[in-house]
């Protein structure tokens, strides 16, 4: 394709509105895992894709998982029953499992503005204090 074309194709897209949305960006936060708790790097975000860099820190003695969940709820008040948050009765959005200790992950998520909650949802961990906010604004 010549330039001249290449030029007059974007002045097309740009023209007809087919550009991605100005508010909406890519971004990567940190989360570190904790025994007893998650750990981001910031809680306040731009709507659109979100990629979280997930680290299991070394001296925990189990896996953990990070689930993703978007909510008006605090994030300690979540349904919760013999040790577990009832995620069937919430808007979940996505869940990185079993991170060993020491160990990262990493997942992509296209989030809306609005307030979310991450928890480790294995036994016990969301009461002993596994779980953050994130609000995602426009």
Known sequence: ???????????????????????????????????????LETHTVKAGRLTLDIRSDANNTMAHELVLIKTNLPDDALPASKGQ???????????IEDVAPGKSKRASFTLAPG????????????????????????
């Open 85 to 95: 948050v009832l995620e069937h009765k919430l808007k979940k959005i996505g869940e």
């Open 1 to 39: 394709m010549h330039a001249t074309h290449r030029m007059t194709l974007i002045a097309i897209v740009v023209a007809s509105g087919m550009t991605p949305h100005a508010s909406w960006s890519q971004q990567t936060v940190n989360a570190t895992l904790l025994s007893d708790s998650i750990q």
């Open 115 to 138: 307030h979310y909650v991450l928890i480790c949802n294995k036994p016990g961990h969301y009461a002993m204090g596994m779980h953050t906010a994130l609000v995602v604004t426009p």
